[in-house]
T-cell receptor, first 110, second 114 residues
Framework: RKEVEQDPGPFNVPEGATVAFNCTYS??????FFWYRQDCRKEPKLLMS???SGNEDGRFTAQLNRASQYISLLIRDSKLSDSATYLC???????????FGQGTTLQVKP | SAVISQKPSRDICQRGTSLTIQCQVD?????MFWYRQQPGQSLTLIAT?????????ESGFVIDKFPISRPNLTFSTLTVSNMSPEDSSIYLC???????????FGSGTQLSVL
């Protein structure tokens, strides 16, 4: 089992739609969680951290469920510019290393 | 966030040769890392670049193949040695921002080995 698992997609949605991605992690001792965005042939860029209480940044909402060991990313009112690959990232408690998921590809269509 | 300059941005190399990738940060950072992203795959940590001492390599990566230098807190190099087509990948330098745990990436080096 991979340490961090994501559905690779692609998710094809129309503009204005709401889309949600889930990510599961295997190490229950993981401490920190992030979502990164990666555009084609570009480096990953931090989208948002994921806190236990959940957090929201504009159209983006991240949630953490420690009991079920998954995190989620919700995108409301999708824009064409949201098309990218979204990487789920988990930081181990012992090593501090960041473990990247395979990424979920989102394609927003007009 | 830190500004990270990585070069070259891309290169096409012959089998058996070596390529050195440079990473320059605009401020002193404690933690610097080198990642690899193979086509269609996620990022895999190669090693942690330690200032003034040998890098710490992850399982599956060795110093002879991926020698790393870190002469100071703002600069590091990764060399991909004796390249084969299987080394074709994107190589990314990354740093942890000062005062937080967030990871920032350089723009990456797209390497193709013929």
């Amino acid at each position: 089992r991979k340490e961090v698992e994501q559905d690779p997609g692609p998710f094809n949605v129309p503009e204005g739609a709401t889309v949600a991605f889930n990510c599961t992690y295997s190490n229950s001792a993981s401490q920190s969680f992030f979502w990164y965005r990666q555009d084609c042939r570009k480096e990953p860029k931090l989208l948002m951290s994921v806190y236990s209480s959940g957090n929201e940044d504009g159209r983006f909402t991240a949630q953490l469920n420690r009991a079920s060991q998954y995190i989620s990313l919700l995108i409301r009112d999708s824009k064409l510019s949201d098309s990218a690959t979204y990487l789920c990232v988990v930081q181990g408690s012992n090593t501090g290393k960041l473990i990247f998921g395979q990424g979920t590809t989102l394609q927003v269509k007009p | 966030s830190a500004v990270i300059s990585q070069k070259p941005s891309r290169d096409i190399c012959q089998r058996g040769t070596s390529l050195t990738i440079q990473c320059q940060v605009d401020s002193q950072v404690t933690m610097m890392f080198w990642y690899r992203q193979q086509p269609g795959q996620s990022l895999t940590l190669i090693a942690t670049a330690n200032q003034g001492s040998e890098a710490t390599y992850e399982s599956g990566f060795v110093i002879d193949k991926f020698p790393i230098s870190r002469p100071n807190l703002t600069f590091s190099t990764l060399t991909v040695s004796n390249m084969s087509p299987e080394d074709s990948s994107i190589y990314l330098c990354s740093v942890v921002g000062r005062g937080n745990e967030k990871l920032f990436f350089g723009s990456g080096t797209q390497l193709s080995v013929l």
